[in-house]
């Protein structure tokens, strides 16, 4: 019988230390590496997603992950400290940190060591 109960999405990267260190140290999420030799990203909701190596890696073309939060200009400065970018669209109408505002919720978009696109928005 189909069921949603354990479900958890993926994506891909090129480089398995590089994705570690920046979800697990930069990010702060808690990263394992599990007996295929994917990473397990723990979100604080207690669901997990799977990076993995693939040689043919391209960087997705849309956000992959999403982090809600409740003062986005705060989280941009917190990662701008540890220096993620977060001015990543010049096509896209945002300030000097790369903060959209008015057009939906508040987001700035960042990138992952393998390209991959995230953002933090303002949460409910």
């Known amino acids: 019988m ?3 109960d354990h479900a958890f999405s993926g994506f891909s990267i090129n480089d398995l230390e590089a994705a570690k260190k920046f979800y697990g140290e930069t990010l702060g ?9 994917f990473l397990e990203l723990r979100l604080g909701s207690g669901a997990t997603v799977l990076a993995y190596v693939k040689d043919s890696h391209e960087p997705a073309s849309f956000t992959i992950m ?4 409740d003062d986005v200009e705060a989280a941009v400065d917190d990662l701008n400290s540890r220096g993620v970018v977060t001015r990543i669209y010049d096509d ?11 057009n939906g919720p508040d987001i ?5 060591p393998a390209g991959n696109v995230l953002s933090v928005l303002k949460g409910d």
């Open 2 to 4: 189909f069921t949603a």
């Open 66 to 69: 999403n982090f809600p939060v």
């Open 108 to 112: 700035a978009w960042f990138k992952d």
């Open 92 to 102: 896209m109408p945002g300030d000097e940190k790369g903060i959209m505002r008015g």
């Open 29 to 37: 999420l808690t990263v394992s590496e599990n007996s295929m030799g």
